[in-house]
């Protein structure tokens, strides 16, 4: 392209290509690239990826494979692991049980370890955030480190691993983000230990979640980071003494804390270290506007009442099960020690055939049904979603009715939606429309039931952890 005089494009400053290139979004900075050698060189300089984000790996139908991705990752973070300053990365291995797994998760190690070594004399990162997608290689239960020995015999990849992330985080100056979810033998109790202390000083959201690990956060680590704004980990793992450590005057208030529990880990992580009320009361007065959002996974009622304390400021839950069932206990508590504080509600239950008996039905030998006293009683209810449950279609009416257009999102799947056959004898039209109308009028918006119910059916810790990511960002 000619410019006046005669000089082309090329011969502009590299600043100003630069600049020019900023405008452009990533997928356009790469093609520009391919242009001419000064192109390519521009294209590369650190004050045009501030930010890296990247999903890697999971094809289906087996086509495909994670290991194709592997050059082109290590191409990236040749050019940026050593200046990007926000970078991340969702790890996801093809599927593939039992015939792929272990090349799969060799390509899990490989990448893992590329990113690492470009990182681990980076001192501009500020936000890391990894998420390993490990569940699906294999049918039942979670990957553990068991299935790691057989690949990495002697285990020199995970010492590598967890060298080189201990190196990242001595080597840093201004982390605020730091996030690890089931990154299998990546993250150690000792890691934290490692940690710069400028980093720890200017560190504000930290999550280290490995349900398969013993604690990752020792409280003593956590007494380093005083500018703490959010929390995420294992509810297992958030002991009384970390929620003291929390409340001491030389510590900032915090603001989200985000806390999975996970019922089949619970027979080796007992629940009686976790805060009782006490500990609940003494973080609440320092972090006055704390909100806390659990995630609770094939958990039995008797469990999970057994650390809803009073004094929790809960504002968002969520039923996950397989296995077990919500109880009518729980959703009653729930509704009334958090009426003040509870925004969103999702009620799931994924079982793979429908039997006979239908959905359990929470409002069985009840006056009242407890998903209508849900929303009664919470005022500030802005999110339901509801599947694998029986939910009556005069219920759902109600509960349109006594929220409105406060509730922004009301997800019920079609199968989930029963009526009553009394009232459909006084019916002339169809009942699938009456209640599309009834509810769209007490919403004040259109409104259907929820068809696609992949939208609520995925890996829950995936879920876990895109929510607690948008919850802990949006303080």
Not at 173 to 192: D, E, H, I, Y
Not at 231 to 249: G, I, K, P, R, Y
């Amino acid at each position: 392209m000619a410019l006046y005089g005669g000089v082309g494009a090329s011969a502009l400053p590299s600043e100003l290509i630069v600049h020019i290139f900023s405008f452009l979004s990533a997928r356009d900075k790469l093609r520009a690239s391919a242009v001419c050698s000064r192109w390519r060189e521009c294209l590369f300089y650190p004050a045009l990826w501030p930010e890296l984000k990247l999903r890697l790996g999971r094809s289906t139908g087996g086509a495909g494979s994670s290991s194709d991705e592997t050059p082109k990752l290590e191409f990236l973070m040749r050019k940026f692991g050593s200046f990007v300053r926000e970078l991340q990365l969702e790890f996801a291995p093809v599927e593939g049980y039992p015939v792929r797994w272990r090349d799969s998760l060799n390509n899990y190690l490989e990448q893992v370890l590329c990113v690492l070594r470009s990182l681990k004399n980076n001192r501009n990162l500020q936000k890391l955030s990894l998420y390993g997608d490990t569940c699906i290689l294999q049918e039942e239960g979670i990957l553990d480190g068991t299935h790691l020995t057989q690949v990495d015999q002697g285990g020199k990849k995970i010492k590598e691993i967890k060298q080189l992330f201990e190196e990242t985080l001595a080597s840093s100056r201004q982390l605020k983000w730091l996030s690890s979810a089931f990154m299998l033998g990546m993250v150690t109790p000792n890691s934290l230990s490692t940690m710069s202390n400028l980093s720890a000083n200017s560190l504000e959201h930290l999550s280290l979640l490995d349900n398969q690990a013993p604690p990752l956060i020792p409280s003593i680590e956590l007494g380093r980071l005083l500018n703490l704004h959010s929390l995420a980990l294992d509810f297992c793992d958030f002991t009384s003494e970390m929620c003291q450590v929390l409340s001491n005057s030389d510590h900032m208030p915090l603001h989200r804390l985000s806390l999975v529990l996970h019922g089949t880990v619970l027979h080796n992580k007992p629940l009686d270290i976790t805060p009782g009320e006490v500990d609940w009361q003494a973080l609440v007065r320092h972090s006055a506007n704390l909100r806390v959002y659990i995630m609770a996974l094939d958990v039995h009622s008797q469990d999970l009442l057994s650390v809803l304390k009073p004094s929790l400021p809960l504002e968002r839950i969520h039923f996950d099960s397989y296995s077990t069932c919500a109880s009518e206990a729980a959703l009653d508590l729930i509704s009334r020690q958090y009426c003040k504080t509870l925004s969103h509600f999702i009620l799931v239950r994924d079982l793979m055939e429908r039997d006979d008996t239908g959905f359990p039905d929470l409002s069985d030998n009840r006056n009242e049904d407890p998903l209508v006293l849900l929303a009664w009683r919470c005022t500030h209810l802005s999110l339901l979603i509801i599947h694998g449950y029986t939910v009556w279609a005069h219920n759902l009416i109600a509960i349109s009715r006594l929220r409105g257009s406060n509730l922004k999102v009301l997800a019920v799947s079609e199968e989930s939606i029963d009526f009553d056959q009394d009232q459909l004898l006084f019916q002339d039209e169809d009942p699938i429309h009456n209640l599309i109308e009834e509810v769209s009028l007490g919403l004040g918006r259109p409104w259907n039931p929820m068809m696609d119910t992949n939208i609520v059916l995925s890996e829950p810790t995936q879920h876990f952890f895109r929510e607690m990511q948008r919850f802990s960002e949006g303080i």
